[in-house]
């Protein structure tokens, strides 16, 4: 009975996650649908009834407002029309998905979208590619969950406005044009969403598949040192122990279960 009652209170705290506000969040656990997120029991913006006024836009309004921005399509922009684009993304409420990696960034998450021209050819201003990274910031409450939940690189969707500003550095790297050496010249375009809002409460998670004694299923997260429990969604067809999956799911601390109606992404 106490197993059934924490599972039903995990439940009911991790279906309220949300960020921003505290707006809906996004479908959950569509297979089909390649973006993900997260959320939290918080956001990054306070809606009380005693504040509405600092609380800034919730999750539904930035979502009604945000432009999706492909940000590979964008590198290209950047890439082929450098004068006219940088700094475009100045003051916009965008969404974003992508790519989130903790493991090389841990106290700053980014997405980036890169560009290179699939026939080596160089712009007007001899740059062999362009990078667009978007630095984010979340609440202190985002924080905390990100580095409990997040190990590695997941796949999330985010909303939020563009910071004013944007940097620019250039980076050179060796490599052989035409049986060559050659130096490979990029400029690398950096924005700011200093309060970023996680759509949905579910991740992307890989890693290998096992089977408890009990017939509980654990995912090996690829480092081999970390293993979460998983609950699958009810008729989801489940491959062998052994597999190397990709899952869509929910995560809670929740003693020995971390992901909660889990669905095989790949």
Not at 72 to 93: D, S, T
Not at 228 to 243: K, L, M, N, S, W
């Amino acid at each position: 009975m106490k197993k059934l009652f924490s599972l039903a209170l995990a439940l009911a705290v991790c279906f309220g996650l949300t960020s921003c506000g505290g707006g809906a969040a996004g479908p959950q656990g569509d297979a089909s649908a390649p973006q993900s997120g997260a959320g939290s029991s918080q956001g990054g913006a306070d809606v009380s009834q005693s504040e509405p006024e600092e609380s800034g836009e919730d999750l539904d309004a930035l979502l009604a407002q945000a432009e999706e921005i492909n940000l590979r399509g964008l590198a290209e922009e950047h890439f082929r029309n450098l004068p006219e684009v940088a700094g475009q993304l100045n003051g916009k409420v965008v969404k974003l998905t992508g790519l989130f990696d903790l493991d090389s960034t841990p106290d700053a998450p980014s997405m980036r979208g890169i560009y290179t021209p699939e026939d080596g050819s160089m712009n007007d201003a001899g740059l062999s590619s362009a990078w667009v990274v978007v630095r984010m910031e979340f609440s202190e409450e985002d924080k905390a969950y990100i580095q409990d939940a997040f190990q590695g690189m997941h796949y999330v969707t985010v909303v939020g406005q563009i910071d004013e500003g944007v940097t620019e550095e250039s980076r050179s790297s060796e490599g052989l044009k035409d049986g060559k050496a050659f130096t490979y010249e990029s400029k690398i375009y950096s924005y700011t969403m200093s309060e970023a809002c996680f759509v949905t409460d579910t991740f992307e998670y890989t890693g290998t598949l096992e089977k408890g004694s009990d017939g509980s299923y654990v995912l090996a997260y690829p480092d081999g040192k970390i293993r979460r429990g998983v609950q699958f969604r009810e008729g989801e067809a489940i491959p062998p122990e052994g597999t190397e999956v990709t899952i869509r799911s929910k995560f809670v601390e929740m003693g020995g279960v971390n992901h909660l109606d889990a669905v095989i992404v790949k």
